[in-house]
């Protein structure tokens, strides 16, 4: 089974700042990643898939990178509706998918 | 457009059993595998099942095997998860998801967008 591991868990950011987002797979994953944004009581919403291609009407400040085993999720500034938990996961080495634990983005 | 529309979620009591269906639309189930992934309250996303394009391949994850079950109707399609024995464990919105990469004959497509229905509540609760 490959394990996600994102990192940092908590990230406390300004409005207009900056975000980067960090995820690790244990073995290699190609570009076979997908982030999604997750805000209270919603599903997952697909951010990026194929580590870098953003999904239909997901605006350009979200940004995806990576490649193998290191992964980035790059938010360029932050906008209130962008506070929420994030995950990355690997559909390439399955069954299982897995996922990583998610990091949650919160307002500094 | 692509759509998946889960339903048949509920409170139950534990050792009871539930049915949680999915409908499709925009793809067919003939080309496309579909999985099942879970969340429970304040947790983590945990895939539970998949069921392959032609219906052959059926997996599960070690915390469900040999309690749930995964079958599809094509004609229908939909995607049904028959879940025995619960638990309060398994307690969670049940998202049902179709795989990124399309297959035909054994040859599937690059990996493209993975689309997520809305998700349904089980509550195992006696």
């Known amino acids: 089974e490959v394990v996600m591991t994102q990192s940092p868990a908590f990230l406390s950011v300004s409005p207009g700042e900056r975000a980067t987002l960090s995820c690790r797979a244990s073995?290699?994953?190609?570009?076979?990643l997908a982030w999604y944004q997750q805000r209270p009581g919603q599903a997952p919403r697909l951010l990026i898939y194929?580590?870098?291609t953003r999904a239909t009407g997901v605006p350009a400040r979200f940004s995806g990178s990576g490649s193998g085993t290191e992964f980035t999720l790059t938010i360029s500034s932050l906008q209130s509706e962008d506070f929420a938990v994030y995950y990355c996961h690997q559909y390439d080495n399955w069954p299982p998918w897995t996922f990583g634990q998610g990091t949650k983005v919160e307002i500094k | 457009q692509v759509q998946l529309v889960e339903s048949g979620g509920g409170v139950v009591q534990p050792g009871r059993s539930l049915r949680v269906s999915c409908s499709v639309s925009?793809?067919?189930?003939?080309?496309?595998?579909v999985h099942w992934v879970r969340q429970a309250p304040g947790k983590g996303l945990e895939w539970v099942s998949v069921i392959s394009y032609d219906g052959y391949n059926k997996n599960y994850a070690d915390s469900v095997q040999g309690r749930f079950t995964i079958s599809r109707d094509v004609s229908k399609n939909t995607v049904y998860l028959e879940m025995n024995s619960l638990t309060v464990d398994d307690t969670a919105v049940y998202y049902c998801?179709?795989?990124?990469?399309?297959?035909?004959?054994?040859?599937?497509?690059?990996?493209?967008?993975?689309?997520w229905g809305q998700g349904t509540l089980v509550s195992v609760s006696s």
């Open positions: 194929g580590a870098s």
């Open positions: 998801v179709r795989d990124p990469a399309g297959c035909s004959d054994g040859v599937c497509s690059v990996p493209g967008g993975v689309y």
């Open positions: 925009g793809f067919t189930l003939a080309s496309y595998g």
């Open positions: 073995q290699r994953v190609s570009t076979n």
